[in-house]
């Protein structure tokens, strides 16, 4: 075998939208080691990973599949689990069918082509801000421009706002990253406006079922059904397997109406031409056997637990600092700085050396100039890990803060 | 709980390259009733799928490694699978490391990928044509602009042609869809003036194992390998088990220079945040066991067989309509019509109508001018049902050129 003897200079031409990225994202899924406390992703309690029901749902996808759980499948997704989905969205009110769901490769992923099949680069997103970091990365390929979504504005004021963007995205239950809960009436408020406007409504919702005070409030995408044999939107609303069973399954979904789901469909056929039909086969066995509610009862126990000790923890020792809210569901406490010279980018690299990573509040922005705010994770650490890393995060904040500008 | 009266009339506005996508990966991955045989796919046959040994594998994967089976895992992805892949490229000449990996959803990702990190809307692609519709669907979002990668061109003409374009992509060892093997000297050639140029060279291998006759040749990234501690490029090298063990694992791999994999992974961050570290887990398992290797000699017999079966058909059904020449290697018998009458695009619903599906030439050409030629699949069925295949086309393609224009 010869090889040319010239040598190799391969500068490759990069994509501009790459130098915007985020660098957070790969912190928050790394594994820490035993040093530091990680605060910063949207992580499952890994204790409550139902590994024995997975192992069994395993074995009853290979049987029952046979060779369809590792062949290629539908691009839509495995029809069993597109019915299991409609099946547990449906209401008295309206019946999903096959026909309204997409299985994703995570919920991340039916972002990555909503972008795709609905901004033209430059193209405008109204959202919440701060946003979920990930639909940032999502959409930087497209180069969309944000506007934001203002849940107090008039009708007309929002409806102008709609109809400007080329969709809405929002997270109504225990918003990432501020772990706001979204009223009733704004959410009827904002759907009104985009019927009226005939926008489309991102409704994501991974968060729905965790629901530690109160009772849950009706989705957007129930608040829009209105008993038509098949559903019209405009909410496409989003799902994930993610926080019940584990994120390591990449099991998503987008409901829609059918035109819409067709549409993601074509993208999704260029993305990657399907979800794993050996997930989804495995997904079927533990959504018919319940395994997703059965886990429920433990896991809302265990985060309310652990919100509270971070609650407690942050009142303790974060308190003269920064402001914020004991969210009511969700995995996230939000903190925004008293200080205006406390800058939570600053201070990242502080706590990280000290043992205790979090995110800072730019990475929720596009424009990535919210310095004063941070997220912190309650879900994925025992009390007392939540209570060392508020401690060490304490002390990082005072070293920041006494540090030379 | 109350909904707007309004009536929904949402009319979203898609981005303008839905209207470019093609419409026959759906029929492809598709399962078809008994009544058609399906021609069309890249489809392994189901029965050599190592179900035990899966079942076994996923068994020893959640034992060893417990959540993390189930939990996000490093955007790249695990490690250990990483350094399996690296330890599978490696060879006497040069070492890879799980720097040079990156984890992909199948390997139609790395595409999806390579057009969001290489390709602002409009600019350049040089690839082989025909070329796998696959990678078309992937760059569909980004609308770029193709140019045609000619093996034969004299070394200046061939450096110009790389210097204009972001990357080439090719597809070297029985060429999706014409089953062609190019030559060493011509991969050496193309090498050469990638290397001058600085340009990136794809090369896309899902086929490379599947060789029936002769040996194996040096793949671009073997022949690109200087010994150098770290692989320097400038050769993306695309491999998958979706021929080996199953697609519906979706499990590929991009190997790369160092810093092409960060470029890709940041992209794969927004995409799906990682690879599912169930499959990823379950894959780590496979190839320790070598289950990729142990299926192989049974797996290179039966398509032998069935190969031979197809071509033997082929001739003595198709010979009087089209040329083709039998494929020493891969999945695909390529056919092109001797009449210029013969539009496959127009004999494609005579033939599923009769009972058989193939893919017409069109899909192939991001100008879908191609119309005179097509690509049947021999791995997915057996002798007895190829032969069947092969004689409805036979009855369909009279039909069609029998058919008033």
Not at 253 to 265: G, N, R, T
Not at 318 to 347: E, Y
Request: hydrophobic share 45%.
């Amino acid at each position: 075998m010869s090889t040319p003897t010239e040598p190799v200079k391969t500068q490759p031409r990069y994509a501009r939208w790459l130098a915007t990225t985020n660098v957070v994202t790969r912190h928050i899924v790394a594994t820490y080691g035993p040093d530091c406390i990680n605060l910063s992703g949207g992580l499952p309690a890994p204790e409550i990973y139902p590994l024995a029901a997975i192992e069994a749902a395993t074995q009853r996808a290979l049987a029952r599949f046979k060779h369809r759980a590792v062949s290629y499948g539908p691009v839509e997704g495995m029809k069993e689990l597109r019915m299991a989905i409609a099946a547990r969205a449906s209401t008295p009110r309206q019946r999903f069918g096959a026909e309204n769901v997409l299985i994703t490769t995570g919920s991340l992923q039916a972002l990555d082509l909503l972008g795709k099949i609905l901004v033209e680069p430059g193209e405008t997103i109204l959202a919440q801000f701060p946003t979920y970091l990930g639909a940032l990365d999502a959409w930087r390929p497209r180069t969309p421009t944000y506007r934001r979504l203002d849940w107090a504005a008039d009708p007309m004021s929002l409806g102008q706002a709609v109809s400007g963007a080329q969709f809405v995205y929002c997270v109504p239950n225990f918003s990432n990253p501020t772990g706001a809960l979204i009223a009733t009436e704004s959410r009827q408020r904002l759907l009104a406006a985009a019927q009226r406007a005939g926008g489309v409504l991102v409704e994501d919702d991974p968060y729905g079922a965790l629901f530690y005070d109160g009772v849950a409030l009706p989705s957007l995408l129930d608040l829009s059904s209105d008993g038509s044999e098949i559903y019209r939107g405009p909410v496409v609303h989003l799902g994930t397997l993610s926080k019940s069973i584990g994120p390591g399954l990449r099991i998503g979904w987008a409901i829609a109406e059918p035109k819409m789901i067709e549409m993601l469909s074509l993208a999704k056929q260029g993305a990657d031409i399907g979800t794993g039909t050996f997930a989804q086969g495995v997904a079927v066995e533990l959504l018919d056997a319940g395994i997703d509610r059965a886990v429920l009862p433990d896991m809302l126990a265990l985060y309310t637990r652990r919100r509270d000790a971070l609650v407690a923890a942050a009142g303790e020792h974060l308190g003269l600092r920064f402001d914020f809210t004991a969210p009511v569901g969700g995995m996230f406490l939000w903190l925004t700085a008293k200080d205006p010279a406390l800058d939570t980018d600053a201070l990242w690299p502080i706590a990280f050396a000290a043992g205790v990573s979090f995110c800072p509040g730019s990475v929720f922005d596009p424009t990535a100039r919210l310095k004063n705010a941070m997220r912190l994770n309650f879900t994925l650490n025992d009390e007392a890990q939540l209570v060392e890393g508020v401690r060490r995060l304490a002390r990082a904040v005072e070293r920041h803060l006494q540090a030379p500008a």
